[in-house]
C-alpha cells in the first residue's frame, strides 16, 4: 500500500511540474516588453525606409545611379532678341491715360518643346540664367493713350541659343538615342514696362 501511495505521489508530481513549465512557456510567449515591441516596430519601419530608398535609387531622378537623363548641348548663339514680349500686367483692355508699376518682375527662360526638355534643365547644361527677377525702388509711371484700348504689359530682352538634346548616361550618349534640336530663350537682366494697344 505504500509503494501504491508514493507511486501515486511521485505522478501527481510530475503533473504539476509539467502544468508549471506549460504555464511558464506560455507566459512568456504571450508577454512582450515594450522595449522588444519597440525593437520590432522600428525594425518594420526601417525595412520599410530601405525599401523607399531602393524604389528612389531606381527614379529617373537619380543621376548618380547611372540612370538615363536627357542632357542640352549649345550648338549656337547667343543670338539678341530685343523686347521680347513676355505677358500682361494688367486685366481687360481698358481706355487709360496711364499706368502705374512698383512691384517685382520675373521673367523665366523658354524653350521650344521640339527640344524635349525644361527651359531650367537646357538653361542649366549650357550655364545660363533660367530666371531674372527686377525690383522697382520707386513706383513707375506710364502714359497711355486713353483714345484706345490698352494693357500694361512686361517685355524683356533674350538670348537666342540654338540647341539639341539628347539622353546620356554616365556621361556618354545613350545608344539608340537620337539628338532633338529648338531654340532656348535666355532672359537678360534688362526688362521694360510697355503699354501695348488693341
Same mark, same amino acid.
Given at each position: ?5 508514493? =507511486? ?29 515591441? %519597440? ?24 543621376? =548618380?545611379?547611372? =540612370? ?28 487709360? $491715360? ?22 531650367? %534643365? ?10 531674372? $527677377? ?34 546620356? &548616361?554616365?556621361?556618354? &550618349? ?7 534640336? %529648338? ?7 534688362? &526688362? ?7
Amino acid at each position: 500500500m505504500k509503494n501504491r501511495n508514493a =507511486v501515486a505521489a511521485l505522478a501527481l508530481a510530475a503533473i504539476f511540474g509539467m502544468s508549471a513549465l506549460t504555464g511558464a512557456t506560455s507566459a512568456s510567449a504571450d508577454t512582450t516588453s515594450p522595449a522588444a515591441a %519597440g525593437t520590432r516596430a522600428v525594425g518594420a519601419s526601417t525595412t520599410a525606409v530601405d525599401a523607399a530608398a531602393q524604389t528612389d535609387s531606381n527614379s529617373p531622378d537619380c543621376i =548618380v545611379c547611372g =540612370v538615363p537623363v536627357k542632357k542640352a548641348v549649345k550648338l549656337s548663339g547667343p543670338v539678341l532678341i530685343s523686347k521680347k514680349f513676355v505677358r500682361y500686367l494688367t486685366g481687360a483692355w481698358a481706355r487709360s $491715360t496711364g499706368y502705374a508699376w512698383s512691384s517685382s518682375t520675373t521673367v523665366s527662360a523658354s524653350i521650344d518643346s521640339s527640344v524635349g526638355m525644361s527651359a531650367a %534643365g537646357a538653361s542649366s547644361n549650357i550655364g545660363v540664367s533660367a530666371s531674372v $527677377t527686377k525690383s522697382y525702388s520707386i513706383t513707375v509711371n506710364i502714359a497711355a493713350s486713353s483714345t484706345r484700348y490698352s494693357k500694361l504689359g512686361l517685355a524683356s530682352n533674350f538670348n537666342r541659343y540654338y540647341v539639341k538634346s539628347a539622353y546620356f &548616361q554616365d556621361g556618354k &550618349q545613350l545608344a539608340g538615342s537620337s539628338w532633338s534640336y %529648338g531654340y532656348l530663350y535666355a532672359p537678360t537682366k534688362d &526688362q521694360f514696362l510697355i503699354v501695348y494697344y488693341q
